[in-house]
């Protein structure tokens, strides 16, 4: 299971910097569900090979003064209370999506997920994140630490994806859409974990 999260930061602080002003920020994280096992011990999570930003801030201090290195980007965000349309393209031409549709209380028949609950569940298990880095070895930990969790189905009228419609990283055919998530007014905060290191020989998406 692979998606893409499209997330709008605001007020984004240092916690030990109380006052209530932040920076504000669109971003998106290729996401790529995985498993793996430290000390015989199973985890679960997310691999992201790819982050976008609109933020020169985030570009610039990404990989550096917090996890996650990114790219510039521009993003053009419609929003009302029941529609929403997001489209993204990266300054160095390697990114392009679009997608937009209207708030849903169920998800399309077609999904994997037997019901809302279920995707949300799943999706909920993948808080915490390794993101590739310019080092191929090494991969940058962050975890999502919300304090509530809801979800709403969108019901998707359009979608396209540059790094998903690639027939280099997915042959015709091995990608298909399932569904999208909505989430909205969600306190939370973002926590650096200890860097991953694993094997140059095992190639992954990029």
């Known amino acids: 299971m692979a998606g893409i999260c499209l997330i709008r930061l605001i007020k984004v602080r240092p916690k030990f910097f109380p006052l209530p002003i932040g920076i504000r920020s669109e971003n998106a994280a290729h996401r790529i569900a995985v498993e793996w096992t430290v000390n015989g ?9 790819r982050r976008d930003t609109n933020s020169r801030l985030n570009t610039w201090a990404g990989g550096t003064l917090f996890p996650g290195e990114h790219h510039h980007a521009s993003f053009h965000v419609v929003e009302t209370a029941d529609r929403l349309s997001v489209g993204l393209a990266s300054d160095d031409g390697t990114t392009t999506l679009h997608v937009s549709g209207k708030v849903s209380d169920t998800l399309p028949r077609s999904s994997l997920f037997a019901n809302l609950s279920a995707a949300s569940e799943f999706f909920a298990r ?71 290191f694993g094997d140059t020989s095992t190639p992954l998406v990029q």
Do not use: Q
């Not at 011990?41 to 090979?49: A, C, L, N, Q, T």
């Not at 070895?137 to 969790?149: K, M, Q």
């Open 41 to 49: 011990k199973d985890h679960h999570g997310v691999y992201i090979p």
């Open 126 to 196: 993948g808080s915490l994140g390794y993101s590739a880095t310019s080092n191929a070895a090494r991969f940058d930990g962050l975890e999502l630490c919300c304090s509530s969790w809801s979800v709403n189905a969108l019901d998707v009228e359009r979608i396209s994806s540059s790094f998903f419609d690639d027939p280099k990283k997915f042959p015709p055919g091995s990608v298909e859409f399932d569904c999208a998530l909505l989430m909205r007014n969600i306190p939370h905060e973002w926590h650096s974990r200890e860097d991953l």
